[in-house]
């Protein structure tokens, strides 16, 4: 930056006012333009290996911890759709139906 602007040189100096405006205003110019050089520089940063390497584990173990969650949930979700499941108990004469059915499909197949 002071290649840019010239420092003052003692015969450009005409009051110490203006003088230490002058520096004022230099010492923000620099700032501003290290502030933005280092920014420029954030954005536009290139990755390493190892920080590629870690954001692909990373996102598999999301992935597999999203796995696990959605399967306990099904898992969850299929319990309670067994204990929903009510147990059909057959009368006697349901029973004493089926029991004649076996009965004449057995005789009329042969072993």
């Given at each position: 930056m002071d290649y840019i602007r010239r420092p003052i040189l003692k015969g450009?100096?005409?009051d110490e006012a203006t003088v230490r405006k002058y520096y004022e205003n230099h010492r923000r110019?620099?700032?501003?333009s290290f502030f933005l050089l280092m920014?420029?520089?954030a954005k536009n940063k290139k990755q390493t290996i190892n920080e590629i390497l870690?954001?692909?584990?990373?996102k598999d173990k999301e992935k597999r911890k999203a796995d696990k969650i959605k399967?306990?949930?099904?898992?969850?979700?299929?319990a309670?759709?067994?204990?929903?499941k009510e147990v059909?108990?057959?009368?006697?004469q349901q029973a004493q139906i089926i029991k004649d059915s076996v009965f004449h499909i057995e005789k009329?197949?042969?072993f």
């Open positions: 450009d100096m005409k110019l620099k700032n501003a920014d420029f520089r870690q954001q692909v584990i990373m399967l306990i949930e099904l898992m969850r979700f299929d309670r759709l067994q204990v929903q059909q108990i057959i009368n006697p009329q197949v042969d």
